[in-house]
């Protein structure tokens, strides 16, 4: 059976990722676990990296095939650890999800340099180094899929909840991700960015979990609701496995009409 005859016979094969290896950070928790969830169910052998050891060992137990890496992304040593320890014990990456990230609510002016470097060191660089890691050896053996977790934020301002370094960085993912994309696409590697709006995670707790925080994110979003973490799970997995075997250098968001107004 060749694939357009298998797409036929069962059209949501395309969103399977059965064997593949993936790799996700921020795993310990929130959006990053749940991915881990996702890709798993999927098909996937998974390696979890975060720095938090506990958290990623719990969730490696209820992962069959997974393994879990401590790793600090913003480390050259640990990067490569990770990568290593990967393609040794599961074999190469075939799907790569940038999610590990980090924010800060303060006004500009009282920012300091040191914290927005941290910021961008976690959100951008280290998107920017592990991509370039993994990268390399999709590009050896002709085929990829890199997946960064951007935000809203990356594409417009967020204004009245101030957060200048966390805005510079996804909106340098946004573009990272285009260029990436631009660069690799003719030798089969895809580059793509998920941007959520507001989801309730480990991260939005503190803004979620309150009136006043949850009133700001209805008002402003038209479905005036923030998102479930399940919502994620038809455009990670689109933009991870061959469903869109067309597309790259895109940044999908899925925030509810955020965006919108």
Known sequence: MNEATATTTDPTRIFRIDGKVAVVTGASSGIGAHFARLLTAAGARVALAARREGPLKELSAELPGSIAVPCDVTLAEDRERLVRTVTEQLGPVDILIN??????????????????????????TAVFALSQAVGTGMLERGSGSIVNIASVYGLVASGSLPQAAYAASKGGVVNLTRELAAQWAAR?????????GWFWSEMTADMLGNDKGRTWVERRTPMRRAGELHELDGALLFLAADA????????????GGYLTV
């Open 244 to 255: 869109s075997s067309y597309v790259t250098g895109a940044s999908v968001p899925v925030d």
């Open 188 to 196: 089969g590697v895809r580059v793509n960015a998920l941007c959520p």
């Open 99 to 124: 999610n590990a990230g980090l924010s800060e609510t303060v006004p500009a002016e009282k920012q300091s340099v040191e914290s927005f470097d941290s910021i961008v060191g976690v959100n951008l």
